[in-house]
């Protein structure tokens, strides 16, 4: 520990041998700033330790606040510091009972706070959520006559090949290097050729005549992972490759992650890092779709995602109603 506001005032993360506090106590620092601390530390010469390990920990939060009133109201800086010796002239505010300090009463009060403020956080997240999923069109999970067609009759489905550059355009994509970016510098996505994340290992801001057009399917030209990609982005090297849907007619976000499965579930057994996917040899490469009269079944596609997508958030949105109903309650009663 040393003195500040930054990071509740820890310096450091270090293995020395030194003077170690119990968690369950309180710090002040140079500047009079209290801190309840919930984990052993280490603190410099300027940092005065209040040890309240036998007070219950909500009370010593409580504690804390009254302590940090008095002790940072702007008497210590640079010049005059808080030293352990000048504990003895703060004089705090406390609930009593009987004469004595109200540690109940404290324990109660902070547990209150902390109810109320998870409450406000599960109400925001709440709040989220109903707005993606109206946002989504998710909120309404009933499946429509064709979707509960496509599931029940998903079994009889015809599989045939298609030659792949019949159905997509495939480009290689521009080259980024991660040396060169900053993680975390902006919003469009940095994809790699990692399973994680949809492949997207960051989310950067960059030139943007190295863009990569979104609405894709993108395989990691090395590891052979294949993501749909919605928005437009950067990649991190040019033996990546997009594969983008030729009928503009069903180039939908539900029909490109059944073709990008499709992909992957056609080519896999071929194609490995020591033998990686490249765009001259995908040239020759067929692609197992779901056909109606010899062409590729775009609408069994679309209507099987669908209905998935509202069979997988049904639960969800059962949840969020019931959620949103009883913050409704407690609100209006």
């Not at 010469?45 to 010593?60: F, L, M, N």
């Not at 009759?153 to 792949?164: A, D, N, Q, R, V």
């Not at 355009?169 to 993680?183: C, E, G, M, Q, V």
């Not at 007619?249 to 992650?257: E, H, L, M, T």
């Amino acid at each position: 520990m040393t003195a500040g506001e930054a990071n509740e005032g820890i310096s450091d993360f270090i293995s020395n041998k030194v003077d170690v506090f119990s968690k369950n106590t309180i710090t002040i620092d140079m500047f009079g700033s209290a801190k309840y601390r919930n984990y052993s530390y280490g603190g410099d010469d300027h940092i005065a330790v209040i040890h309240t390990e036998r007070v219950p920990k909500s009370a010593v939060i409580f504690l804390t606040s009254a302590i940090h009133k008095v002790s940072n109201a702007g008497q210590f800086n640079y010049g005059r510091n808080f030293y352990a010796k000048d504990a003895d002239a703060l004089n705090i505010k406390l609930p009593t009972k009987d004469g004595k300090p109200d540690f109940e009463f404290m324990e109660n009060f902070i547990a209150e706070l902390e109810a109320e403020r998870i409450a406000e956080l599960e109400a925001e997240r709440i709040a989220e959520l109903e707005a993606y999923l109206e946002v989504t069109g998710l909120s309404d999970c009933e499946l429509t006559e064709d979707e509960q067609k496509t599931l029940d009759e998903y079994g009889s489905l015809t599989f045939e090949e298609f030659s792949i550059t019949d159905v997509f355009d495939i480009k290689n994509t521009k080259n980024i290097l991660s040396r060169d970016i900053t993680p975390n510098s902006g919003t469009v996505p940095y994809l790699c050729a990692s399973a994680d994340n949809n492949a997207i290992s960051s989310y950067i801001s960059y030139d943007k005549n190295l863009l990569d057009k979104g609405d894709c399917i993108f395989i990691g030209g090395k590891t052979f992972v294949v993501t749909y990609q919605e928005h437009d982005f950067f990649s991190n090297d040019s033996h990546n490759l997009t594969l983008t849907l030729k009928n503009n007619d069903y180039r939908s976000k539900p029909s490109q992650i059944y073709l990008s499965t499709c992909v992957r579930k056609s080519l896999n057994h071929k194609y490995s890092w020591g033998d990686s996917i490249s765009n001259r040899k995908i040239q020759k490469d067929n692609v197992r779709l779901p056909s109606t009269n010899k062409k590729v079944d775009y609408s069994s596609m679309e209507l099987l995602i669908s209905a998935i997508q509202k069979i997988v958030i049904k639960d969800v949105v059962e949840y969020t109603d019931t959620k949103i109903q009883a913050h409704k309650e407690v609100i209006y009663s």
